[in-house]
C-alpha cells in the first residue's frame, strides 16, 4: 500500500477513544508541521487548533523551550531554543501531549549551526568566499535546491537510530525513499528522565506496509525501564495506519507473536509498557524453537540482556526477509504466511540483533563524546529456524555491523560517527 508523499502546511492528529457509550475524536492542527530555527534561537509562532480538554507542550530535548506549556482548547505557541554555538545543525522534537488520552503529536525541529569562519578568504574557489560572485536563489523554497534545508528529513539525535529519511504523508511519518515504510517514535506516556519533566524515549519503529512486518525497532536499554510489572494487552498502533498492521492477535504459520523489543523490558508503568504490546513492535517467530524457552531467539535476547548495565545500552532489532544463512549453517528462505488476521504477511528469515555500549560504564560521558576507541559494537544474527533451539550465544552470531549495513541496506547508529561498526572483537563482548 503507497501513499503519496507530501509535505503539508500543517498536520492533524485523530484518535478516537471511548467514554461511556460515546467515541469523542481527538483533532490537533500544527501550523506549521516542522520548525526551522536560527542558530540564535529566536522565536517562532505556531498556530494549535484543538479540542483538546487539556494539553502540555514541551521540547523533547533540554534546548527546546515553549510557550505556554499547558493549555486547553487552541492557542498560540511561541518556540524558543538556546543558542546553537556549534557550526553543525540539530535536530530534536516539539511535544504536545493531550492528557486526557496521553496521545503524543510530535513536530521536529532543526537549529542551525553558526557559520565557520574562513580559514582563507583569499581562495579562489572557496565558495564561501565574499569576493566570489553568487547567484541569487531563484526558488528559496525549491525543495530540490541543496541550499535549502530538508526539514522533513530531520531526524532526533538519539543514539540508538538508524539513519531515517522523515517525511510526511497525511499525520504519519515515513521514508521518503521508500513510501511503504512508516516511522513512529514513542514517547513514554508516564516516565520521565530522573526528577525532570522531560518524557523519556520508549521506543522507534520501522514498519513496512507490504510485508506487514517491522523492518526495525530501535531503543535504549537501561535498568531504569525495568522496574515495576507492568502488562498489558495487544493493539493497533495509533501512530501508524491501522490497515497495514495485524488485524487480530491471531496466529499462524507456525509462529507466535514475537515482540521486537521485549515486554520485560518496559515494565516501569503500564502505560509505558502498553505500548511495546502494539502490533507494530510484533513479528511472526517460529514457536517450537526460535521463540519458547531455550528457543533460538529467547536464548540470544536473553544473551543481550547481561549486557545491560547502568550506562545506557543501545539496540537495534531487525528482520530480514531475502534466503539467508547464518554462522551455524542454518537457512531460511521468503515465504507469506497467514498471521495476525492477515493472508499477506512476510516470514522473515533471519532476525537480529545490534548493540552498542561504551566498553567501562561511565555515566558522566555521552557516548557521541566517546572515541571509538571507547566503544564496542556488534551485530547478532540467527536465521529463523527452529534447529537453533538450546544454541547458546558464540562467535558464530557475530558480524561486523557494516557488514549487516551492506546486507541490509540500514544504515546503524547514524547521531554516533564513531561508533567502531568496521572492528569486531569477539573478546569486547566475553565470546
Same mark, same amino acid.
Given at each position: 500500500?503507497k501513499?503519496?508523499?507530501?509535505?503539508?502546511?500543517?498536520a492533524?492528529?485523530?484518535?478516537?477513544?471511548?467514554?461511556?457509550?460515546?467515541?469523542?475524536?481527538?483533532?490537533?492542527?500544527?501550523?506549521?508541521?516542522?520548525?526551522t530555527?536560527?542558530?540564535?534561537?529566536e522565536?517562532?509562532?505556531l498556530?494549535?487548533?484543538?479540542?483538546?480538554?487539556?494539553?502540555?507542550?514541551?521540547?523533547?530535548?533540554?534546548?527546546?523551550?515553549?510557550?505556554?506549556?499547558?493549555?486547553?482548547?487552541?492557542?498560540?505557541?511561541t518556540?524558543?531554543?538556546?543558542?546553537?554555538?556549534?557550526?553543525s545543525s540539530?535536530e530534536?522534537?516539539?511535544?504536545?501531549?493531550?492528557?486526557s488520552?496521553?496521545?503524543?503529536?510530535?513536530?521536529?525541529?532543526?537549529q542551525?549551526?553558526?557559520a565557520?569562519?574562513?580559514?582563507?578568504?583569499d581562495?579562489p574557489?572557496?565558495?564561501?568566499?565574499?569576493?566570489?560572485?553568487?547567484?541569487p536563489d531563484?526558488?528559496?523554497?525549491?525543495?530540490d535546491?541543496?541550499?535549502?534545508?530538508?526539514?522533513s528529513?530531520?531526524?532526533?539525535?538519539?543514539?540508538e537510530?538508524?539513519?531515517m529519511?522523515?517525511?510526511?504523508?497525511?499525520?504519519?511519518?515515513?521514508?521518503?525513499e521508500?513510501?511503504?515504510?512508516?516511522?513512529?517514535?514513542?514517547?513514554c506516556?508516564?516516565?520521565?528522565?530522573?526528577?525532570?519533566?522531560?518524557?523519556?524515549?520508549?521506543?522507534?519503529?520501522?514498519?513496512?506496509?507490504?510485508?506487514?512486518v517491522?523492518?526495525?525497532?530501535?531503543?535504549?536499554?537501561?535498568?531504569? /525501564? @525495568?522496574?515495576?510489572?507492568?502488562?498489558? #494487552?495487544? !493493539?493497533?498502533? &495509533? +501512530?501508524?495506519?491501522?490497515?497495514?498492521?495485524?488485524?487480530?492477535?491471531?496466529?499462524?504459520?507456525?509462529?507466535?507473536?514475537g515482540?521486537?523489543?521485549?515486554?520485560?523490558?518496559?515494565?516501569?508503568?503500564?502505560?509505558?509498557?502498553?505500548q511495546?504490546?502494539?502490533?507494530?513492535?510484533?513479528?511472526?517467530?517460529?514457536?517450537?524453537?526460535?521463540?519458547?524457552?531455550?528457543?533460538?531467539?529467547?536464548?540470544?535476547?536473553?544473551?543481550?540482556?547481561?549486557?545491560?548495565?547502568?550506562?545506557?545500552?543501545?539496540?537495534?532489532i531487525?528482520?530480514? /526477509? @531475502?534466503?539467508?544463512?547464518d554462522?551455524? #549453517?542454518? !537457512?531460511?528462505? &521468503? +515465504?507469506?504466511?497467514?498471521f495476525?488476521?492477515?493472508?499477506?504477511?512476510?516470514f522473515p528469515?533471519?532476525?537480529?540483533?545490534?548493540?552498542?555500549r561504551?566498553?567501562?560504564?561511565?555515566?558522566?560521558?555521552l557516548?557521541t563524546?566517546?572515541?571509538?576507541?571507547?566503544?564496542?559494537?556488534?551485530?547478532?544474527?540467527?536465521?529463523h529456524?527452529?534447529?537453533?533451539?538450546?544454541?547458546?550465544?558464540?562467535?558464530?552470531?557475530?558480524?561486523?555491523?557494516?557488514?549487516?549495513?551492506?546486507?541490509?541496506g540500514?544504515t546503524?547508529?547514524?547521531?554516533?560517527p564513531n561508533a567502531?561498526?568496521?572492528?569486531?572483537?569477539a !573478546?569486547?563482548?566475553?565470546?
Amino acid at each position: 500500500m503507497k501513499f503519496k508523499y507530501l509535505l503539508l502546511a500543517f498536520a492533524a492528529l485523530l484518535l478516537a477513544s471511548c467514554q461511556g457509550n460515546k467515541d469523542i475524536v481527538l483533532m490537533m492542527e500544527v501550523d506549521p508541521m516542522s520548525v526551522t530555527v536560527s542558530c540564535g534561537g529566536e522565536p517562532v509562532e505556531l498556530n494549535l487548533k484543538t479540542n483538546s480538554p487539556s494539553w502540555k507542550a514541551y521540547g523533547f530535548e533540554s534546548w527546546i523551550h515553549v510557550s505556554p506549556a499547558t493549555g486547553s482548547g487552541d492557542a498560540v505557541l511561541t518556540l524558543t531554543a538556546d543558542e546553537n554555538a556549534s557550526a553543525s545543525s540539530r535536530e530534536g522534537l516539539l511535544l504536545i501531549e493531550d492528557l486526557s488520552s496521553g496521545s503524543v503529536f510530535r513536530i521536529p525541529v532543526v537549529q542551525y549551526g553558526r557559520a565557520t569562519p574562513d580559514d582563507d578568504p583569499d581562495d579562489p574557489d572557496d565558495p564561501d568566499d565574499p569576493d566570489d560572485p553568487e547567484v541569487p536563489d531563484d526558488n528559496p523554497t525549491d525543495p530540490d535546491d541543496p541550499d535549502v534545508p530538508h526539514v522533513s528529513s530531520s531526524q532526533p539525535g538519539w543514539a540508538e537510530l538508524p539513519k531515517m529519511n522523515i517525511g510526511h504523508s497525511q499525520q504519519y511519518l515515513i521514508n521518503t525513499e521508500n513510501e511503504d515504510q512508516y516511522y513512529a517514535m514513542h514517547i513514554c506516556p508516564n516516565f520521565n528522565y530522573g526528577s525532570s519533566s522531560r518524557r523519556a524515549r520508549n521506543y522507534t519503529v520501522c514498519f513496512d506496509a507490504d510485508k506487514h512486518v517491522p523492518l526495525w525497532v530501535a531503543a535504549p536499554r537501561h535498568k531504569g /525501564y @525495568e522496574v515495576g510489572s507492568g502488562r498489558s #494487552g495487544y !493493539s493497533h498502533d &495509533p +501512530d501508524i495506519p491501522s490497515g497495514i498492521q495485524y488485524k487480530s492477535k491471531s496466529t499462524g504459520g507456525g509462529c507466535n507473536k514475537g515482540h521486537m523489543l521485549g515486554s520485560a523490558e518496559r515494565t516501569v508503568t503500564d502505560a509505558v509498557n502498553k505500548q511495546v504490546f502494539y502490533y507494530t513492535n510484533i513479528a511472526p517467530q517460529l514457536s517450537s524453537g526460535f521463540n519458547t524457552g531455550g528457543g533460538g531467539w529467547n536464548n540470544l535476547e536473553d544473551w543481550v540482556d547481561t549486557q545491560v548495565c547502568s550506562d545506557t545500552l543501545y539496540v537495534v532489532i531487525g528482520t530480514y /526477509y @531475502e534466503s539467508y544463512t547464518d554462522g551455524y #549453517g542454518k !537457512s531460511a528462505s &521468503p +515465504d507469506t504466511i497467514d498471521f495476525g488476521g492477515r493472508n499477506d504477511v512476510a516470514f522473515p528469515t533471519m532476525f537480529y540483533y545490534v548493540l552498542l555500549r561504551k566498553k567501562v560504564e561511565n555515566t558522566s560521558k555521552l557516548i557521541t563524546d566517546c572515541d571509538a576507541s571507547e566503544l564496542k559494537c556488534a551485530a547478532f544474527v540467527r536465521a529463523h529456524v527452529n534447529s537453533l533451539k538450546g544454541q547458546e550465544v558464540t562467535k558464530k552470531d557475530l558480524m561486523k555491523v557494516s557488514e549487516l549495513e551492506q546486507l541490509t541496506g540500514i544504515t546503524y547508529f547514524a547521531n554516533v560517527p564513531n561508533a567502531p561498526k568496521d572492528v569486531l572483537n569477539a !573478546s569486547d563482548w566475553g565470546l
